[in-house]
């Protein structure tokens, strides 16, 4: 430090000024650059290719202002339900001891898992003032209520989700485009099939679809065909009782008095809920894996431990695999919102592991550097098809002066990025 002291005093007021105008540089993404190797890396058709679609993402379907929106998020879905079933005894006592346990009601999958937590503990007995029957009812009652909120259609054919399908569809590729989700609707399923673009999501059979870990693990299905993994179970995934064992079915929409395999969680209070579940969340660990594997994140709040564990874990260990998060909003909250990081999980991943990269609106941390947008340069060689996903955004205040910023953890202006280059190949790419 002393040295670096020294040196400053000794240079000329000048070489000072352009130094800070040196580190200003340092500090900012390349906006072009980086879309570019987005677009290139996205048109390999011999690379491990998946997408992570989470709950931001049916945010992004338009809809009328009063039926917006199409799914509520995690939060507003929680809202819904304890609105419902604010008047049921069992419940308020449930929520209750949830809050004394030092969690919030504030997240129905969290009211889901210290339920099934209790659940584990209860058999023939009481536990914090419930039954193992009282404990069931609760749980049957949640899921159907999120089974309610959930079992919606698309507005059009016109949707992010269409988009997205669109694109998978778009190319015969080596090796076949991965989709992971943790959201239970259809609403990816009801855009695959509506665009005809063959996929398998580990079940089996016509009647009543089986889980077949073995085609799973073992990758024992068609190229052509894409994947499709819920992480945490779907609105038409249900229990049934065959001899003495609960085996998992699913149906081709939601079955009424079905048990539902919503949010699995981690617990492993059942081996039957718990095997679809680490399934895929091995799948998951096997695809990051996978040499020069490339996973986009959409909609993801990095709000789950277990996942994030899963990813990063997998990170670590293949260095040529890259996780590129896309986020929703500014790196920081507003002063209205109370400030701070917006998503403070993933920014402290992402600044220890080189690739994992968090792109928001104004800021991005690329292998592990966290800078500002740069500004776009409008030249001949700039390409005007990525130029026009670089937003130059007044700054309140600056005397008219812009930044950079780059939407895409918006999900409808990402898959418009993917609309804008379907059809184009490698060399078209490279090209541009």
Known sequence: MKRISKYFEECKFRHWVKFKEFIAVIHKHDPIRHLSYLRQSLSQDNEAIGFFISAGCPLAVPMPSDKWPLIPDVKNLTIAINAVLAADNEYSCLLRELEKSGKSRENIEDVLSFLRSLLAVSKGGEVRGLTEGDLNKLEKKICDEIVKKLDVVH?????????????????????AIEIFTTNYDLLLEQALEELEVPYFDGFVGS????????????????EHWSRLWKIHGSINWHQEQKGDERVV???????????????PSHLKYEESRKMPYLALIDQLNRFIRRKSSFLILNGYSFNDGHLNDAIVNALK??????????????????????????????????????????WTDDKAIIGTNLGDWG???????????????????????????????????????????????????VGDQLEK
């Open 317 to 358: 260990s293949n260095p040529t695999g890259m996780v590129l998060a896309l986020q929703y909003g500014s790196y920081e909250k507003s002063e209205k919102e109370g400030g701070g990081e917006r998503y403070p999980n993933a920014n402290r991943l992402a600044k220890r592991q080189h690739n994992l990269n968090v």
């Open 207 to 222: 009647c009543k679809s089986f889980f077949d870990l073995r085609a799973v693990e073992d990758n024992m299905i068609p």
């Open 375 to 425: 500004k776009a340069r409008s030249t001949e060689a700039v390409d005007t098809d990525l130029l026009s996903f670089v937003n130059a955004v007044t700054v309140e205040g600056g005397g008219g002066a812009t930044v950079s910023h780059v939407k895409l953890g918006d999900f409808l202006e990402f898959t418009n990025f993917l609309k804008k280059f379907i059809g184009l190949d």
């Open 249 to 263: 079915w699913r149906s081709s929409s939601p079955k009424d008095g079905a048990s539902h395999l919503i949010y």
């Open 155 to 175: 507005p059009n054919d016109e949707t992010p989700y269409h988009s997205l399908c669109k694109w998978v569809g778009s190319i015969d590729r080596k090796i």
